[in-house]
């Protein structure tokens, strides 16, 4: 009989949890051995009898090139031109890749009903499974984005220990990695990623990630296994974050499995928020069968909401079956965000608008790879590169088609922190087929028609949906990068398994559609790469909803340390364009023409700190330049490309270390939810708002400074600005021009509330008439005074001041050390940084971090020596 009760205290004490779900994974104690160096099959290897004395630790999760690194028999291949020294499987065939992996493990014999099961959540590329002299695997296994999951009751030893034997095999084709993007393009007649091929972002991956590269589980049930569950959300009407809330409906099914037989009576049912939700199930023998639970009203519940516009409200729900209504047979866990997307077409921007909860969202997004390009992935990575695109006061991350359906824990991380995902499917254009190609192997018919196996690739899609649906963060699910997949992977795709499998999130068929952003302007679609004159992106109309924009990133010279020699430390040589060859090895994209105007750079040290200045006021102007026309030019834009996954020297807010420099705060200051800023062509100061609620009885004050630190106060007026919105306020190019002639000139724009506390803080540097930033180059130094305090453990707060008889102390940066290695910590999280502290001025910023070190804080700037402060209790 169907009910929706309240759970009480009673309840929880009369169920019996004894056979409830037991699941571990298996990460550690693995060994490895070449397929070479093994003469036996996989009965025998997996017999606990035989002897694998002598093979090698494994890494698992991960690939045999992160397995060999963990062993020292290859060189890191992020470091400088090590990768060169790694043997390429394209040249030595798939055999010197192609690894056993044995595990030994424990676990006690199934009793009655018990079921036991092992789960993979993905191997690359292909694999057969042992278990204690036995096969698992009927077929062999195909794909890298299929999970396996096989029921291992009979199989286990009735006592002692089991041993696991599992073969992986790599791609085929491995493709040839000829500097191509994915270098010949036959990496994509597997469902597989296509950037461990190479790209113009990254160098090939040796062994193209073979290997047993995510979790392993053992699973223990009872005769009922849940699998798959699924909630939706549905939040009708215009909704705002504070205040009580109209009431919700959830919409829950999973799919449950009898491997037993017997037919199996009992409940299925949901507990949210103390509410439970149930349902009756009949199972038959070896059935499999999906079963939808009755709708559930939820009233008043608190909204999952993007970053900037709400809190992210997060909701514990457990799924349980239980047999015969009392002993759980398994209980699966889900985090719940209530939330719903929509979309619409903008008519005057002619794109797409996205919206959440009724709300429109201006997103203002970047654009992922992958955390790790030989897929060393961990939740504190994850959340760290998360909280990094949260701290840019970004919205969404697309994840681009080359890599990968991203794994549960970062959409763990997106859903904390309120990102939206926009999830791409395995396509390009460049593999598959847009474009003529000259470095591709085969032609674009052909290539238009990978992968090889088009029902794998579809079973793949309607498995990785399953895996990541119930995420609140993802938001738009895409076809493919710059290309649609061919017809019968696309139509079934859009038209069956989507809708049946999720139906409630955006499809847009490629990243750079029409029906995403209406190309009138002709081109690709999306653009333009590399660095750009800051006023471009004020000034030049591009694609209304930009899915690519943008990409330097050179970071300082701490970080460039970490992988590059001191022997390749050469500057960059403009306009001849000489490169050393480990810059360029690692993708340098040329900028000294921005910045010699700060003067030619002495050394690399020299270099990376203009390097800063130029990072900064790039992203702080596209960020800018797009919020200016929001709503009016566009919808929204996603930067390419926002992070590396190995140590390469553009598209990057941080490195490869986690260490952020300059685009990341210019980024953060330019996209503030509520900001003020200045146009460079027209001088318009403008306010842009990007809340759901006018702004009003702001004060914003305009000061110019001159190189010199003399206050040229220009005026303070009260202002408002409406809901999601760009408001223009005044002009100060005349005065911006007269005052910046000579040598340049600072300007400093802020907002402040009613309690006279500044809310938005903007500083920017002119150059001279010539173009050149002549007066910081012969600037007066500034000493700052500066304070560290603890406020808690992992949490500092530096206090700087400028006397008012100095100059501007211009552009400093905070960096947390470990005061007795005197190396940075990483990753740490500033509330501010690259930052200006004017004559008489004080600025405070918050540093984060983890870990138990002895701390101390650094800072310099462009005028400002270096210092090292220590904490003080």
């Known amino acids: 009989m169907k009910s929706i009760k309240k759970l009480t205290w009673l309840l929880i004490l009369t169920v019996n949890i004894a056979s409830a779900q037991n699941r571990y994974e298996l990460n550690s104690g693995w060994v490895c051995a070449p397929i070479g160096s093994v003469k036996v099959n996989g009965e025998k290897v997996s017999a606990t009898s035989w002897s694998v004395k002598g093979w090698m630790p494994a890494t698992v999760p991960g690939t045999v090139l992160t397995t060999l690194l963990d062993n020292k028999k290859v060189p890191d291949p992020f470091y400088g031109m090590n990768n060169e020294k790694i043997p390429d499987i394209y040249r030595t065939g798939r055999d010197h890749y192609t690894y056993w992996f044995v595990k030994e493990f424990t676990e006690k014999a199934p009793q009655g009903n018990e079921q036991v099961w092992l789960q993979f959540r993905g191997v690359n590329y292909s694999c057969d499974i042992f278990l204690n002299g036995k096969k698992v695997n009927n077929a062999r296994h195909h794909g890298m984005f299929l999970r396996q999951n096989y029921n291992i009751t009979r199989l286990l ?449 020299d270099f990376t700190k203009k390097a800063q200045l130029v990072n900064y006021d790039q992203y702080r102007a596209l960020a800018e330049g797009f919020s200016n026309r929001m709503w009016e030019w566009y919808t929204g834009f996603i930067i390419w490309k926002t992070q590396n996954p190995w140590t390469a020297l553009r598209g990057q807010m941080y490195d490869y270390y986690l260490d952020p420099n300059a685009c990341l705060f210019g980024l953060r200051n330019g996209s503030e939810p509520l900001h003020v800023m200045c146009n460079p062509t027209d001088g318009m100061v403008t306010i842009v708002n990007n809340s759901f609620e006018e702004k009003r009885n702001m004060m914003l004050a305009v000061r110019f400074y001159e190189l010199s630190g003399k206050d040229s106060f220009v005026t303070q007026v009260f202002t408002y600005v409406e809901p999601s919105s760009a408001k223009r306020i005044l002009s100060v190019k005349e005065l911006m021009n007269k005052l910046a002639k000579d040598k340049g000139v600072f300007l400093s724009l802020q907002l402040l509330n009613e309690k006279k506390q500044v809310i938005s803080d903007n500083f920017y540097w002119w150059p001279d008439a010539t173009g050149n930033y002549s007066g910081l180059q012969s600037m007066a130094p500034a000493t700052l005074k500066v304070k560290a305090t603890p406020m808690g453990k992992g949490k500092i707060e530096v206090t700087l001041a400028n006397a008012a008889n100095n100059p501007v102390a211009f552009f400093n940066r905070v960096t947390l050390l470990d005061a007795k290695k005197k190396d940075r910590v990483l990753p740490v999280f500033y509330s501010d940084n690259y930052f200006s502290v004017v004559p008489g001025g004080e600025k405070k910023i918050i540093v984060e971090y983890d870990g138990a070190i002895t701390p101390a804080i650094s800072v310099e700037g462009w005028n400002v020596s270096s210092q090292e402060i220590p904490v003080n209790n």
């Open 157 to 605: 030893n009735s006592s002692g220990p089991n041993r696991l034997a599992v073969i992986v095999y790599p791609i085929d084709p491995v493709g040839n990695p000829n500097g191509g993007q994915g270098g010949d393009g036959t990496i994509a007649r597997n469902v597989s990623h296509q950037y461990v091929a190479g790209w113009d972002w990254i160098q090939p991956m040796r062994d193209r990630n073979t290997g047993i590269w995510d979790k392993v589980y053992i699973e223990r049930t009872g005769a009922v296994n849940i699998k798959n569950p699924h909630v939706v959300t549905q939040v009708p009407g215009v909704r705002k974050p504070e205040g009580t809330q109209l009431p919700v409906q959830i919409v829950a099914s999973a799919e449950l499995e009898n491997p037993t037989s017997t037919k199996k009576d009992g409940v299925l049912q949901y507990e949210i928020d103390g509410q439970i939700v149930k349902q009756a199930v009949s199972l038959e023998p070896g059935a499999v069968k999906e079963v939808a639970l009755p709708a559930f009203q939820f009233n008043n519940p608190k909204l999952w909401w993007p970053s900037g516009y709400g809190p992210q409200n997060l909701y514990a729900t457990r799924f349980q079956f239980l047999e015969d209504g009392q002993t759980v047979a398994d209980e699966e866990k889900v985090t719940v965000g209530v939330r719903e997307i929509q979309t619409e077409w903008n008519a005057i921007t002619r794109s797409k608008q996205v919206s959440v909860n009724g709300q429109k969202i201006f997103i203002k997004g970047g654009n992922w790879i992958i955390s790790d390009a030989m897929l060393r992935f961990t939740d504190q990575r994850f959340d760290a590169e998360v909280r990094y695109h949260r701290d840019m006061n970004l919205n969404l991350i697309r994840v681009w088609g080359g890599a990968l359906i991203e794994r549960p824990e970062f959409f763990n991380a997106c859903d904390r922190y309120g990102m939206l995902v926009m999830q791409d499917f395995w396509m390009s254009g460049d593999c598959n087929g847009r474009w003529v190609d000259p470095m591709k192997s085969e032609d674009q018919w052909t290539r238009r028609n990978y992968p090889n196996d088009h029902s794998l690739f579809l079973q793949s899609v309607a498995d990785q949906v399953k895996l990541v649906r119930n995420h609140p963060s993802l938001a738009i699910w895409c076809g493919g990068n710059e290309i649609t997949p061919p017809e019968d992977i696309l139509v079934p795709m859009r038209d069956s398994i989507l809708p049946a499998l999720d139906g409630t999130r955006w499809f847009v068929d490629y990243s750079n559609s029409d029906e995403m952003s209406y190309n009138a302007l002709g081109g690709n679609g999306d653009g333009p790469y590399g660095i750009q004159n800051p006023v471009t992106f004020w000034e030049h109309r591009t694609f209304p909803f930009n899915s690519e924009v943008g990409s330097v990133g050179v970071g300082d010279y701490a970080s460039l340390k970490r992988f590059m020699p001191m022997e390749n430390m050469q500057v960059p040589q403009y306009p001849s364009n000489k490169v050393d060859s480990v810059w360029d090895y690692h993708k340098y994209i040329g900028y000294n023409q921005y910045i010699d105007p700060y003067g030619a750079a002495k050394d690399v040290p």
